[in-house]
C-alpha cells in the first residue's frame, strides 16, 4: 500500500514560476525523500530531509517537512521546461530498509 | 561513474514464455531492490537484498516471480510463466548501504509487454 499520495496529480506552468507539490502520509517516519523522474528514466534521488529538520534546501528546490500534519512540501523556484518530469516523495517503512513511494505528481513547464 | 544499468530495455514476449530481468548495480553498493510500476498501482517494492541476501520478498505477486542475486555486481528478476497482467515497467536500484535514509539510485528499468 502507497504511504504517500501527492497532491495535485499534474501540475502546469509558465517558465520562471515556481511549482510546488505537496504529500500527505499516513504514519510517523524518520525520514522522506523526494525524486524526480524523467518520461522513460529511472527515478533521480533529489533530497533527503529528516524527522528532526523543518526546512532543507538545494539549489532551486526548497523542501518543508511538518511531522505534525504528516505533510511535506517540494517548491521548485524560477521553473524550467526541463523541470517537466513527474516528482515523487518516499518515505521510510517502520523498522525496515524498504521506502515506500507515493502516487506522483506530474509537472508541466512550459516555455 | 555507471549507474545501475538494466537489461533489456524492452521486452515483448508471449504469455507463458519465460522472462529474464538483469541488473547491474552500482559497483560497491551492498543493497538491491526490485520495482514494478504501472499506471495502476504506481511504484512497488517486489525485493530486496542486502549484501546479496535476499531480505524482504512480500512485495513479490506470486510464485511465477523469483529474484536472485549470486554476487555483488548482477541480479536478476524471472516471471515463469509470463502473464499479461505482468506488463510494467521494472526497475532496478541500488543503495550504498541498507537504510531508509539512503538515496536509491534507479536504473532506467526494462518495460515489459506481454502479449
Known amino acids: 500500500s502507497q504511504q504517500g499520495e501527492e497532491d495535485p496529480q499534474a501540475l502546469s506552468i509558465q517558465e520562471g514560476e515556481n511549482a510546488t507539490m505537496n504529500c500527505s502520509y499516513k504514519t510517523s517516519i524518520n525520514n522522506l525523500q523526494w525524486y524526480r523522474q524523467n518520461s522513460g528514466r529511472g527515478l533521480v534521488h533529489l533530497i533527503l530531509i529528516r524527522s528532526n529538520e523543518r526546512e532543507k534546501h538545494s539549489g532551486r528546490l526548497r523542501v518543508t517537512l511538518d511531522t505534525s500534519k504528516k505533510s511535506s512540501s517540494l517548491l521548485i523556484t524560477a521553473s524550467r521546461a526541463a523541470d517537466t518530469a513527474s516528482y515523487f516523495c518516499a518515505t521510510d517503512a517502520r523498522n525496515t530498509d524498504k521506502l515506500i513511494f507515493g502516487t506522483g505528481t506530474r509537472l508541466q513547464v512550459f516555455p | 561513474d555507471a549507474g545501475v544499468i538494466q537489461s533489456p530495455r524492452h521486452e515483448v514476449t508471449e504469455m507463458g514464455q519465460e522472462v529474464t530481468l538483469r541488473c547491474k548495480p552500482i559497483s560497491g553498493h551492498n543493497s538491491l531492490f526490485w520495482y514494478r510500476q504501472t499506471m495502476m498501482r504506481g511504484l512497488e517494492l517486489l525485493i530486496y537484498?542486502?549484501?546479496?541476501?535476499?531480505?524482504?520478498d512480500s512485495g513479490m505477486p506470486e510464485d511465477r516471480f523469483s529474484a536472485k542475486m549470486p554476487n555483488a555486481s548482477f541480479s536478476t528478476l524471472k516471471i515463469q510463466p509470463s502473464e499479461p497482467r505482468d506488463s510494467a515497467v521494472y526497475f532496478c536500484?541500488?543503495?550504498?548501504?541498507?537504510?531508509?535514509?539512503?538515496?536509491?539510485?534507479f536504473g532506467d528499468g526494462t518495460r515489459l509487454s506481454i502479449l
Open positions: 537484498f542486502n549484501n546479496n541476501v535476499p531480505i524482504d
Open positions: 536500484a541500488s543503495s550504498l548501504v541498507a537504510g531508509p535514509n539512503q538515496p536509491q539510485h
